[in-house]
Each structure stands twice: as structure tokens, then as C-alpha cells.
């Protein structure tokens, strides 16, 4: 079975400076990559996946993840962060579940990502 | 594209009474929705899975008579809370994925209900 570890529950950045936010992963087989990101209240919106290709991928909001399939991690990035990139951040990893089907994404547990002005 | 909306945004309703949640996508067609469950300190908790016209897949430990779901189109899926009790109070996601995304969910805005 797929899992996903994100190791921090939060992290605290200042306005301004790059920041990272840590995944790693567990899956059988290529694994399919995302994060999303999640502000009060409200339902997750995605941010980027990794399906295949440049190991680096580029998102919304101007969001980056790396894939290292060495370190079986997949971190999101931003080189400046803003106060409004505060908010709960997920990573996520699809897998396949074979009665039916139907295709399992399993979630991190989140990480809460506070941007200091 | 690939908007997907949950109705009602915030329900409270007394102790034994059931609830419904709805959930739509609006411009496209889900092949398969899921339910999630969303504990307060963030952690989100798969419930169930359902694919148009088939029964839902539910995940260890849920109660199925407990937690309803129809899923009677490729645009709609019902949560049904039936007997609700105050430990049921909590913030549900649906979310749906279309044949042509690799998966990517597309979730909804969330429900959150509160049962006094």
C-alpha cells in the first residue's frame, strides 16, 4: 500500500525568504505525485502533480516541487513566500486499487505553513 | 473547468435527526467521487469511494449504515449522515476526478456540520 509522510506539522517562514515544505512518499510501482493546498474552511485546491518527466515540476501561485526518486521525496517550494501562502498544505500519492479499479489517493497528514510578515 | 460544488456550506441539526450533503460537478463528468472527513488539527480521513450506478467502496472502520451514499449520476453523490450525534460533527470534502486528469482530484468547498 502507498503512504505519504509529511514530517512537520508546521512551518514558519518569513515574508520574503524561500521556503519548503517536506514529503516523502511509499509506493509500488511509479508513483503519481500532488499537492494541494488548503485555507480556512475551505476544500483543497490543487496546486501541481507529478506524473512523469522533469523532476521538477512548476504550479500554481508560483509553487514548485522537486521529485527525487533516490530520496523518495517530492518537497514544495517557493523561492519568495507571501503572507497569503499561509495556510494547510498537503501532499498526496495515487495509487491504484484493483477491485473495480477505481484509483486511491492517499493524503499527508498536512502541514501548516505560517508566513511571517 | 472542473468545478465541483457541495451543498450546504454549514448544516446544524439536533442529535438523531439525519442529514443529507450534496455533492455536484459542474462542468464535467466524475467518473468516481470520494467522501472525506476532515478532523479539527487537519487530518483528512478517507471515507469512501464511489464510482456512478455501483455501490460505494467504504474505508475500514466506517459505518456504512451510518454514513449513506448514493451516487445516482455522473454529476451527483449524496452524503447521507443518518442518526446523527454530536461526535459526527465535523467539516466534509467531497472531491470527483474525470477519465482524462491522471487523478487529480478537484474537491469541493466543504460542508461543515454541526450537531448539537
Known amino acids: 500500500a502507498q503512504s505519504v509522510a509529511q514530517p512537520e506539522d508546521q512551518v514558519n517562514v518569513a515574508e520574503g525568504n524561500p521556503l519548503t515544505v517536506k514529503c516523502t512518499y511509499s509506493?509500488?510501482?511509479?508513483?503519481?505525485l500532488f499537492w494541494y493546498v488548503q485555507y480556512p474552511n475551505r476544500g483543497l485546491q490543487f496546486l501541481l502533480k507529478?506524473?512523469?518527466?522533469?523532476?521538477l515540476v512548476k504550479g500554481s501561485y508560483g509553487f514548485e516541487a522537486e521529485f527525487n526518486k533516490s530520496q523518495t521525496s517530492f518537497h514544495l517550494k517557493k523561492p519568495s513566500a507571501l503572507v497569503s501562502d499561509s495556510a494547510l498544505y498537503f501532499c498526496a500519492v495515487r495509487d491504484i486499487v484493483a477491485p473495480g479499479g477505481y484509483q486511491k489517493v492517499t493524503f499527508g497528514t498536512g502541514t501548516k505553513l505560517q508566513v511571517i510578515p | 473547468g472542473a468545478v465541483v460544488s457541495q451543498h450546504p456550506s454549514r448544516v446544524i441539526c439536533k442529535s438523531g435527526t439525519s442529514v443529507k450533503i450534496e455533492c455536484r460537478s459542474l462542468?464535467?463528468?466524475?467518473?468516481?467521487m470520494f467522501w472525506y472527513r476532515q478532523f479539527p488539527k487537519k487530518s483528512l480521513m478517507l471515507m469512501a469511494t464511489?464510482?456512478?450506478?455501483?455501490?460505494?467502496?467504504?474505508e475500514q472502520g466506517v459505518e456504512k449504515d451510518k454514513f449513506l451514499i448514493n451516487h445516482a449520476s455522473l454529476t451527483l453523490s449524496t452524503l447521507t449522515v443518518t442518526s446523527a450525534h454530536p461526535e459526527d460533527s465535523s467539516f466534509y470534502i467531497c472531491?470527483?476526478?474525470?477519465?482524462?486528469?491522471?487523478?487529480?482530484?478537484?474537491f469541493g468547498p466543504g460542508t461543515r456540520l454541526t450537531v448539537l
Open positions: 472531491s470527483a476526478t474525470r477519465r482524462s486528469s491522471y487523478n487529480e482530484q478537484f
Open positions: 509506493v509500488s510501482g511509479n508513483p503519481y
Open positions: 464511489s464510482n456512478e450506478g455501483s455501490k460505494a467502496t467504504y
Open positions: 462542468d464535467f463528468q466524475a467518473t468516481t
Open positions: 507529478y506524473i512523469t518527466g522533469d523532476n
